[in-house]
């Protein structure tokens, strides 16, 4: 298996525009998390879904941020409009389920300028 | 409320052993994670405690004591490839579901 896949790898953009990151699971897990780190919060937890269904999203920030997981190999975390606090390194990560190990993608990382 | 804490930075010696502490306050406690997760890289898996006491796994090996909200992290025979931020993680269940909670993370350096 590819393991967990993320894209894009690096993203740069202008203060309102909106982005989308993206996540494939590794086939076969249960459940998908999405966590931002920096260096001033550390790993933070957005949002978790299982078999496709958001379980936990008290992590999301704000409205601005939104996530999906329209069938079991894709997700998608957006942010709208972006701003310059949103930088940060956006990892996805997978498991058969929340009491398990999760394998992390090679993460997102974000600047808005 | 929930908090978990590790300390900020460690310095050991290459060849020493080395013990990362992590305490926790939580209800609903179900189990505690470790990750080592190395400068520009993502989280990886080190073990995960359910029940009291030690889990070794070769060089490393993690302990837990469920009625102390305590666990750590024992690493020995340090290489220098080690040197890394260590992350523990703790599992509760609240309103039927599990939920994640992260320390900041120890970050280890190692010394020839």
């Known amino acids: ?113 | 409320g929930q908090n978990i804490d590790q300390p900020t930075e460690m310095t050991a010696t290459e060849g020493a052993i080395v013990q990362i502490n992590c305490t926790y306050q939580t209800s609903g406690f179900n189990g505690l994670f470790w990750y080592q997760q190395h400068a520009g890289e993502a989280p990886t898996f080190l073990s995960y405690n359910v029940l009291d006491g030690l889990e070794e796994k070769g060089r490393f090996s993690s302990f837990l004591s469920r009625s102390k909200g305590y666990s750590y992290l024992l690493l020995k025979e340090l290489q220098m490839k080690d040197s890394a931020s260590y992350l523990c993680a703790v599992t509760r269940v609240k309103d039927s579901n599990y939920q994640l909670i992260w320390g900041a993370g120890t970050k280890l350096i190692i010394k020839p």
């Open chain 1, 1 to 113: 298996d590819a393991g967990v896949i993320q894209s894009p790898r690096h993203e740069v953009t202008e203060m309102g525009q909106e982005v989308t990151l993206r996540c494939k699971p590794i086939s076969g897990h249960n459940s998908l998390f999405w966590y931002r780190q920096t260096m001033m919060r550390g790993l933070e937890l957005l949002i978790y879904f299982n078999n496709n269904v958001p379980i936990d999203d008290s992590g999301m920030p704000e409205d601005r941020f939104s996530a999906k997981m329209p069938n079991a190999s894709f997700s998608t975390l957006k942010i709208q409009p972006s701003e310059p606090r949103d930088s940060a390194v956006y990892f996805c990560a997978s498991s058969f389920g929340e009491v398990y190990e999760q394998y992390f993608g090679p993460g997102t990382r974000l600047t808005v300028t």
